[in-house]
């Protein structure tokens, strides 16, 4: 007998949030509820949030299973306005409109205070409540859900969903660029600076507008700190062997990698690289083994011999000819056995993962070629790569590391010249 798909994933989706109950339960965790006094977020351990995941994984293949594929199709196309309405209330702070303690005000008094015309208002207003981002009551009224408490009270969130409208706009953009220009790499052509109408890059334009550069810095530091891209992962990565060494942190910020290295370390020095602008506002006294210097990573490396150039996240903003020259410019440092350790994302080949992962990590692929006309890349992309910047063979791939629940892996090379 053919296997009962249908019957498979809900009996799946029963057991793995059994799992989850069973530990609100026993942990004395809040029920599950949109109510505007639920936490923000949910704290489950490793296991349980993997159970988490798994229910979710086999809600959404039930989902499109049941939808059938006319229906799938359509029901993306409806989808076009989620993020309109998660905009709208942002952006004219709705959720810090209305009263903290829960109660309900009505949809006028709202519209007044946001400064929004009342058709506007309950537009948005009602279509966020449908999404369980709002509460739209009997009578006009409008209260907070857990929902819009926690966009209140985190306010970084407002800026990643101001960014996140930003990168859909340019999204928009991506299929005529694809088809009016098949694989460009030009980086001031992505289909942001057709999307904006502007000939700057994504960076060089965001540098003219003060207010959306401050919303990036607020979202990307949100965002780095989703449990996928936590600090403990790059030690997954063998340190130990470059222990009394010197690590060249490419790209490194503000030493958010290099200080807790330096802690783990005692005997690693580190050099952390970046904009002079950025070095500026660094800690530079904070640990004697960690200095900055400012360093364009497009241009020749000027540090020699150091045993590791690591370089954390900073490919998949950069088109393929780009990162090429990244690589190319750190060639002439390299002594034998010296190492390029990439610390970026690795997507897998097909069918490794389901559902919601496989689609974040295409989503920031297309979400990469909307901003940059870059992309994310497979192991082989990677190796690809490598090939492009030394045909030689004198880089040579010796360690590709997925660690288990970052959102990261490594590719390491040795160059064996």
């Known amino acids: 007998m053919a296997s009962r798909v249908l019957l498979q994933l809900t009996n799946t989706i029963h057991q793995r949030t059994a799992q989850v109950d069973a530990y609100i339960q026993a942990n004395g965790l809040p029920e599950p509820s949109f109510d505007p ?4 977020i949910l704290r489950l351990s490793p296991e349980i949030d993997a159970a988490r995941n798994a229910a979710l994984e086999a809600i959404d293949e039930l989902r499109a299973h049941l939808l059938g594929p006319l229906g799938l199709v359509m029901e993306h196309i409806g989808e076009m306005s989620q993020l309109v309405s998660l905009h709208g209330i942002t952006h004219f702070g709705i959720p810090a409109a209305l009263p903290a303690d829960g109660t309900p005000i009505q949809v006028t008094d709202l519209a007044s205070k946001t400064g929004m015309h009342i058709d506007d208002a309950k537009s948005l207003v009602r279509h966020a409540s449908s999404r369980h981002l709002l509460h739209y009551l ?17 306010p970084p969130v407002s800026s990643v969903v101001a960014c996140t409208a930003l990168v859909s706009k340019s999204l928009n953009s991506v299929i005529e660029v694809m088809a009016e220009s098949p694989g460009s790499q030009d980086l001031q052509k992505a289909p942001y600076s057709r999307a904006h109408n502007t000939n700057l890059s994504f960076f060089d334009h965001l540098a003219t507008q003060p207010e959306r550069a401050r919303q990036f810095a607020d979202s990307m530091s949100m965002l780095m700190n989703v449990p996928q891209l936590d600090k403990e992962f790059v030690f997954a990565y063998d340190w130990a062997q470059h222990a009394e060494g010197t690590v060249v942190d490419v790209g490194g910020s503000h030493g958010n990698i290099a200080f807790p290295l330096a802690e783990r370390f005692p005997q690693i020095k580190v050099v952390v690289q970046d904009r002079p602008e950025v070095v500026a506002t660094a800690s530079v006294d904070r640990h004697a083994n960690v200095a900055f210097e400012a360093h364009d990573f497009f241009a020749a490396q000027p540090r020699h011999g150091a045993d590791v150039y690591f370089l954390r996240y900073i490919f998949h903003d950069w088109p393929e000819s780009y990162c090429v020259k990244i690589l190319q410019g750190l060639l002439p440092a390299l002594k034998t056995g010296a190492r390029i350790v990439i610390m970026d994302a690795i997507v897998p080949e097909p069918g490794v993962l389901k559902g919601k992962l496989e689609w974040r990590i295409t989503a920031s692929d297309l979400a990469m070629k909307a901003l940059f006309n870059a992309r994310e890349r497979t192991e082989g992309e990677w190796r690809d790569l490598i090939r492009k910047a030394e045909p030689g063979g004198m880089l040579h791939v010796v360690e590709v590391l997925q660690p288990k629940g970052s959102q990261l892996g490594f590719i390491v090379v040795e160059w064996v010249g």
Request: aromatic residues 4%; glycine residues 10%.
């Open 37 to 40: 006094s639920y936490p923000p």
């Open 138 to 154: 009997p009578g006009g009224l409008v209260s907070h859900s857990a929902a819009s408490k926690a966009i209140v009270a985190i």
